[in-house]
């Protein structure tokens, strides 16, 4: 069985926000909730960028549906060590209901530490150990490391959950997907490839967890629903690796000026007809997905869990 969940968007929405949104997730029949993790939003015009471990304390409370970063990236801007310790307490808040979603990351929200950026052969390495220290800190011994891209002196996690958290891995490439596939606990990705299933679960991942997410825009006008998508996500039609290496939002709206409305839709289920919204989804399930998480891009949330309560989650199911 497929379990549909929802993204929250913290590149659009403030913290009381992201709380109300989860709790009528829950109530429309999601079942798990997905939260992005930025220090910047990708513009602007989103507006928003809250510090994710605060939300997801506040959501472990007002909700009983599990909770997944997509994704964080513990690399450069917090050390594994610190996200070692903030999964573990979120894990024994939450009863184990929390998995943490890691990825290599974007220069828009790293560069604050750091200006330089790591190719992505290096940002692979440095996962493949950070991964590795956070798995020994959640034995709760004391650690000490000396790897090629950290060091940790005597560290020990007190506060731990009954069973570690499991670690979830997002994979857009080749190598970064057969990398998730030989040392993640599932596999994470925005896109209904089903090659991409495929040599996750051939480089190891066989049997563990594959979660998709997608933007939609639910609205009663089609024509506004596409507009207000190309206000707040033209980034969806850049294409390449620019998303991995500009600093800054307003590089992203500079390049984003190129992008047209068609682009910036790109595949995400819009306006007021549920098969629209019904066949995007069923792409993730047909590629092989075992979870898929919907966005709703916009303002227009409460009709959006309306909609999908009575005509979108019914079908899918």
Request: with cysteine; proline share 6%; net charge negative.
């Amino acid at each position: 069985m497929t379990t549909f969940g929802y993204f929250l968007s913290c590149e659009e929405h403030g913290p009381k926000e992201l709380v109300r949104q989860a709790k009528s997730a829950e109530r429309a029949g999601f079942e798990a909730l997905w939260i992005s993790d930025h220090f910047h939003p990708w513009l602007d015009e989103q507006g928003e960028s809250p510090f994710v471990w605060s939300v997801i304390g506040a959501l472990a409370e007002a909700t009983s549906l599990p909770i997944t970063t997509a994704v964080t990236c513990p690399l450069i801007r917090t050390h594994p060590v610190v996200i070692a310790q903030a999964t573990a307490t979120t894990a024994a808040l939450t009863g184990g209901r929390f998995r943490l979603g890691v990825g290599t990351g974007e220069a828009l929200n790293e560069h604050v530490i750091e200006s330089r950026w790591p190719p992505l052969a290096e940002r692979l390495e440095m996962l493949e150990e950070a991964v590795e220290l956070m798995r020994e800190l959640f034995t709760g011994k004391l650690v000490t490391h000396r790897g090629r891209h950290y060091r940790v002196d005597t560290a020990r996690l007190y506060t731990l959950p009954d069973e570690p958290a499991p670690i979830v891995m997002s994979g857009l490439g080749q190598k970064s997907t057969e990398l998730a596939g030989r040392i993640a606990d599932g596999y994470i990705s925005t896109a209904p490839n089903a090659e991409s299933v495929q040599a996750f679960r051939q480089a190891g991942g066989a049997g563990k967890p594959t979660l998709g997410g997608l933007k939609a825009c639910y609205a009663t006008d089609e024509a506004a629903a596409r507009k207000t998508v190309h206000r707040l996500w033209p980034t969806q039609g850049i294409k390449g690796e620019a998303s991995q290496i500009l600093p800054l939002p307003r590089h992203f709206e500079q390049l984003a000026q190129s992008v047209t409305e068609e682009e910036a839709v790109n595949g995400s289920p819009v306006g007021p007809d549920p098969e629209v919204h019904v066949q995007a989804i069923r792409q993730y399930v047909e590629a092989g997905f075992s979870e898929v998480y919907v966005n709703q891009i916009g303002d227009e949330q409460d009709a959006f869990f309306d909609f999908y309560a009575r005509e979108v989650l019914p079908r899918v199911r």
